[in-house]
């Protein structure tokens, strides 16, 4: 175990965000009893969400003290109308400044095809966003084929250098290290100056994460994460990410240059769950163990 890296862990612990939904936020009315309002909220805009429900809970989250990042899923929005609705509601309704622009998915809904259509519209500076993420898939997307991705990755990093506003890249989830390590070694061949927020799972059953997992077409977290799974026990018992936190640390630790700064929690187990167990970790001293788990002092 390295000092260094356990270090690094801790910067994750009070550097962290985390994801909700509209309906998950409604079940609990606000979050403030379980989650520091240090830690940004991002808010999912899946396929069969209303985009007010987005803007209203963005508000409300702004209104208990976070700051809040909402999905801008672009072959959701219908055209350049819609979305300077959604981006004018978002900033003068909800009093957000940061944003997270996907793909959202292989269906295109409208006029909108891509994450740069909505960056080339220059409604983020209009309405005076600060802080934009666009997404980045260490395993690839069963949507888009890799040399799009790759495309995307070279137009995104040209484009953030006229802008106004700060950009990095937000993934995907998975669940080895070495997925982001591999993936970070081809940015670097494609001139990636963006900073990299990784997406975790929070602590969540073997099932649910190969649940999700099939769901999102992720190949090689999928491989992995059954190939855990060897008994009904196992596949039901809870699955903390302490190996992929220690690792993704360890790596920071001894690669100076990577732009790996932060991650980020898919609440997949739940968000009180979630939470909970940070704040558990966040608040205790604690080492890495032989066993490839955090123990508390």
């Known amino acids: 175990m390295s000092k260094e890296t356990i270090n690094i862990v801790r910067n994750f612990l009070n550097t962290y965000s985390i994801e909700t939904t509209p309906n998950v936020y409604e079940k609990y009315g606000n979050f403030s009893e379980f989650l520091s309002k240090k830690h940004n ?3 999912t805009y899946l396929p069969d969400e209303k985009s007010h429900n987005v803007v209203k809970t963005a508000k409300k989250l702004k209104l208990e003290g976070y700051d809040v990042i909402p999905h801008l899923p672009a072959r959701t929005v219908l055209n350049n109308k819609d979305l300077e609705k959604y981006i004018g509601d978002l900033a003068l309704d909800s009093g957000c400044s940061k944003i997270l622009i996907i793909g959202g998915g292989g269906n295109q809904a409208g006029e909108i095809s891509s994450s ?6 220059d409604l983020l500076s209009k309405y005076k966003f600060k802080n934009v993420g666009v997404a980045g898939h260490p395993e690839g997307s069963p949507d888009i084929s890799n040399q799009d991705l790759d495309l995307a990755i070279k137009q995104k990093n040209e484009f953030a250098k006229n802008v106004d506003f700060e950009m990095y890249l937000a993934t995907q989830f998975f669940f080895e ?3 982001l ?6 940015l670097n061949q494609l001139g990636n100056t963006l900073p990299i927020h990784a997406g975790i ?3 969540a059953s073997i099932k649910t ?3 999700y997992a099939r769901s999102c077409g992720i190949g090689n977290s999928l491989r992995f994460v059954t190939k855990q799974a060897f008994n009904l026990t196992k596949l039901a018992t809870l699955n903390t990410p302490d190996k992929l936190m220690y690792d993704l640390a360890d790596y920071i630790n001894t690669n100076k240059k990577t732009k790996l700064n932060k991650i980020h929690f898919y609440a997949f187990g739940g968000m009180k769950k979630t939470s909970e167990w940070l704040n558990n970790l966040e608040n205790s ?3 890495y163990s032989r066993k490839n788990q955090f123990d508390i002092l």
């Open 41 to 43: 909220i991002y808010i």
């Open 116 to 121: 740069m259509d909505v960056l080339k519209t």
């Open 177 to 179: 290290a070495k997925s």
């Open 181 to 186: 390590i591999d993936w970070e070694k081809h």
């Open 201 to 203: 799972p929070g602590p």
């Open 209 to 211: 994460l190969i649940n």
């Open 285 to 287: 001293n604690f080492t």
